[in-house]
């Protein structure tokens, strides 16, 4: 048996338009700053005769379609779920992360193709004019600063795309460190520093690149969360009144909220509704004790599952109501449907009598000693109870 209920609830959604809310605020913050950097870079470089400036003002273009990037996600992936995504579009975030993350591998690669070209060719570089450090330094201060404050946001939104973004901007900020040391390397007659430099850099946005898109990748492929994390769901789980046991717990991450499956074991002889019940309080205390978790599917299980596998063969209920019935003989009445238990490769059945019926005690005695031999000669009856019922 297995109980889902719908993943977004109404709290559920607010939080969620919330969240999406600060984070196109954080985003639009740093739109204007690489917008207002990138006019000035490539301006005051061109001005100046620092290429490097004005390669580094290029590369601020490419925040600029990283934020539109992150907006587009964190507006979409805000939505409520629905007929076509019914655990909602949470992983808009994590495609942003990916692209975010291939986009910093990118950027890493060219810094290392354009240093290389540039130690090559030491003797023709260009003079350049002192406005160009300041500009660079300006740049550094407000990339460093544009970090800082991203990251504080996705920390506090716990967004890994908003964790990308700002990285993108330290790696930024890195960069025009390059260029300010190179440029007041050149300015002070070591030309060789601003390509070197742009060398180690280019391997470290590369790097952090690879790494943000390696953690996007693993979610787009259901990686579980943290075996830490997974022992503490466990643990919620198996802490339910009714609950004997706890086997093929799964989880994956949907950008910042994780899904959990697992199979939970139940007394064999409780009813369907009580079963359910206790799926229900697991499912409740598991979203509720571990606020990542978006939502929980619960199957119930009466029995391990190789027991499970060893009982597929035996008859369902309409024949076992039927040869029930041939057992009972037609004149013997029925105060109740019988209740069937599967257990391992056996059957037991609780059949109802009615209690007037019961009471001539030579006809239950030879009702009895049939079933017995009945259920001796049968493959799959473990047995028969006949239990006498008052009406109510």
Known sequence: ????????TAMGDTLDADRALKAQQATWVSIVVNVVLTVLQIAVGLFSHAQSLVADGMHTLSDLLGDFMVMFASRHGANPADERHPYGHGRYETAASLVLGLVLAGVGVGFLLTA????????????????????ALLTLAGKEGLFRYMLAVAQRLRSPMLVANAWHARADAASSLVVAVGIGGSLLGYRFLEPLGAALVGFMILRMGAMLGYEALRELIDTGVDPDEVAKIRETVTGTAGVLDVH????????HRVLVDAHVLVDARISVSEGHRIAE???????????????????VDTEEDEATAAGRSLPGREALVAELGDILGEH??????????????????????????????????SLQQRVRERVSASAHWERIALLCRIAP
């Open 1 to 8: 048996m297995s109980f889902e209920a719908p993943p977004n």
């Open 281 to 299: 309080l697991a499912r409740h205390r598991v979203r509720t004790g571990h606020q990542d978790v978006l939502d929980v599917l619960v199957h």
């Open 116 to 135: 290389a070209v540039r130690l090559q060719s030491l003797d023709t570089l260009p003079e350049l004019h002192p406005a160009a450090l300041w500009m």
């Open 248 to 255: 093929d717990l799964r989880t994956r991450r949907m950008a």
């Open 332 to 365: 013997v009445p029925q105060a109740a449907p019988a209740v069937f238990h599967y257990v391992g490769s056996r059957v037991e059945a609780e059949v109802y009598l009615p209690f007037d019926w019961c009471a001539d005690a030579g006809r239950l005695e």
